[in-house]
């Protein structure tokens, strides 16, 4: 596609409930990486893959988020157990490669809301 | 552990002013520092990206300068437009690949 696309672009869920966010990435980018942005703030690092592979998940907060990118193309960003701490805007990024100094493209986000 | 922030936090001036936009890092070694743009509800958009090796990269009206050694950027935009309504984030990238984003500068364009 021409950008990097996320969907759902909203999603509410219940407390307790577990939710899936979809990343499709800019064609041929191998690098991709999920960002949260909470209200008022810059975006958080959360986890980035180069090709199929997590090469940093460093930025977790914990084991109830998991991501896959099993093909090396669209990555799914996986939420258990849900908390009303989660509510977030989850941001997708792609770039052509993160071992060159090359720019990310960025998705609109996910705004997940947790009632 | 590096840290980004942005001065001022928001900012409100006439149409066709000149501003500048203000970001700090604390940690020089750094591969770039990108500058980006967000319209409420939607995502960011790249504006300008810097290497760590240049000191300043323009598109249009915008200019971005970059000073590692002493860990500063600025956003310089010329005869402001109300469109340029937005937040406005900076972002720089280490040897981690990650990157650390200030909290963003929210500026506002008045007719």
């Known amino acids: 596609g021409a950008g990097v696309s996320q969907t759902p672009s909203n999603k509410v869920t219940e407390k307790g409930k577990y939710v899936e966010l979809r990343c499709d990435p800019i064609s041929g980018h191998t690098a991709l990486y999920w960002y949260r942005q909470s209200l008022g703030q810059g975006p958080e690092f959360l986890i980035y893959?180069?090709?199929?592979?997590?090469?940093?998940d460093s930025g977790l907060p914990n084991d109830r988020f998991f991501a896959v990118r099993p093909e090396g193309s669209v990555s799914t960003l996986k939420i258990q157990r849900t908390e009303r701490g989660d509510s977030a805007v989850y941001l997708c990024?792609?770039?052509?490669?993160?071992?060159?100094?090359?720019?990310?493209?960025f998705g609109q986000g996910t705004r997940l809301t947790v009632v | 552990k590096q840290e980004v922030t942005q001065i001022p936090a928001a900012l409100s001036v006439p149409e066709g002013e000149n501003l500048v936009l203000n970001c700090s890092f604390t940690?020089?070694?750094?591969?770039?520092l990108q500058w980006f743009r967000q319209d409420p509800g939607k995502g960011l958009t790249s504006l300008l990206l810097i290497q760590s090796s240049q000191r300043e990269q323009t598109s249009g009206r915008l200019n971005a300068s970059l000073d590692k050694s002493s860990g500063r950027s600025t956003l310089y935009i010329a005869a402001s437009q109300p469109g340029d309504s937005a937040t406005y984030l900076c972002?720089?990238?280490?040897?981690?690949?990650?990157?650390?984003w200030g909290a963003g500068t929210k500026l506002i364009i008045k007719p």
């Open positions: 940690d020089s070694a750094i591969y770039n």
């Open positions: 893959f180069q090709g199929t592979g997590a090469a940093d």
């Open positions: 990024a792609s770039s052509s490669d993160i071992r060159v100094k090359t720019e990310a493209f």
């Open positions: 972002a720089v990238q280490g040897g981690n690949y990650q990157l650390i």
